[in-house]
């Protein structure tokens, strides 16, 4: 940093006194005003406002910090004030006691290894996953696009099928999905994710099949990381259900609500 190299008028000398006479050093003065600062800003405002952010916290710091390096390093007198004491701790002088001498070998030796520390933390390889968006219809994996619904074409005992579906429906899935299929039944309160409303377009109306049949499968275990982290309560139906089943109760779902699956075809348009 430069400092003022202008000659300066010759000051009156006032000794600068401090509490109970006792001259303080200007070093000691910085440090001070900087950590009162520090105190203020974490401690001192959040009883006025909200806590401020961290990094606004740091910007703040710094700029304290720069201001404070700034107002001892104006004149040259206070300059030489501010870093003697640095400068005698890391020179040493004939005042050298080996308390000193032991905390100046300390420091030579901490400062590296700190440093070191710090270049080991930031290069040593992180192992904590990335922490993932939460979506809502997350992408199946290649397996579940190749489902195909079994009784898709069998239009002959179709009503059958979401008899059996229905069945299965009221048995297994109302507790959550609702009587209505609109994700208010009785444990829906409870759950946060809350149910899918099947009456809602967001839901089946915007999948495949394949897809609904997928979710249904695997259940919220089964969602990919992008699906986390309010894993949801969905079961796991493939360890309840057998496929058959599985298939008639998406039927089901979408002939009472009377969506249709989106298609390929659909999607082409
Ligand atoms: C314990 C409560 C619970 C039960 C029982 C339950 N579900 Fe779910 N289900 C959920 C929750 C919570 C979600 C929403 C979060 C998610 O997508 O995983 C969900 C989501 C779904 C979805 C995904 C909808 C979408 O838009 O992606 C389908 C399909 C589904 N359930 C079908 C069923 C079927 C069929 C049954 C019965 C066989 C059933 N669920 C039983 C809790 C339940």
């Known amino acids: 940093m430069k400092f003022c190299k202008k000659k300066v008028m010759p000051k009156t000398v006032i000794p600068k006194q401090g509490v109970f006479n006792v001259k303080i050093p200007l070093i000691a003065k910085a440090v001070a005003c900087v950590l009162g600062f520090f105190l203020f800003l974490r401690f001192g405002f959040p009883l006025f406002t909200s806590p401020l ?14 201001s404070t390096l700034i107002y001892v390093s104006i004149f040259e007198d206070d300059y030489q004030q501010f870093f003697l004491p640095i400068v005698t701790f890391i020179r040493g002088d004939e005042a050298d006691n080996s308390f000193r001498k032991m905390s100046r070998i ?12 710090r270049t080991y933390k930031t290069v040593q390889p992180n192992f904590e996953p990335p922490f993932p968006p939460r979506v809502i219809h997350p992408a199946p994996p290649a397996s579940a696009a190749g489902f195909v619904n079994p009784y898709g074409d069998d239009e002959e005992n179709r009503e059958t099928y979401l008899q059996e ?19 208010k039944g009785l444990f829906a309160e409870a759950l946060n994710v809350k149910p899918a409303n099947f009456a809602d377009s967001t839901t089946i109306s915007m999948l495949q099949e394949s897809f609904v049949f997928w979710r249904v499968t695997t259940g919220g275990i089964g969602l990919p990381d992008e699906a986390t982290p309010w894993d949801s309560a969905m079961p796991r139906w493939e360890l309840i259900l057998s496929e058959e089943e599985r298939w008639k109760a998406v039927m089901f779902l979408y002939d009472y609500t009377g969506w249709k699956p989106r298609t390929w075809e659909l999607d082409a348009e």
Not at 106 to 117: D, E, S
Request: charged share 15%; with cysteine; proline share 4%.
């Open 106 to 117: 300390a420091v030579f030796v901490m400062i590296p290894l700190f440093m070191g520390f």
């Open 53 to 66: 952010p961290y990094s606004v916290l740091a910007m703040y710091m710094i700029l304290v910090t720069i």
């Open 165 to 183: 579906g229905r069945d299965i429906y009221y048995r297994n899935c109302v507790f959550c999905h609702g009587d209505k299929l609109d994700g």
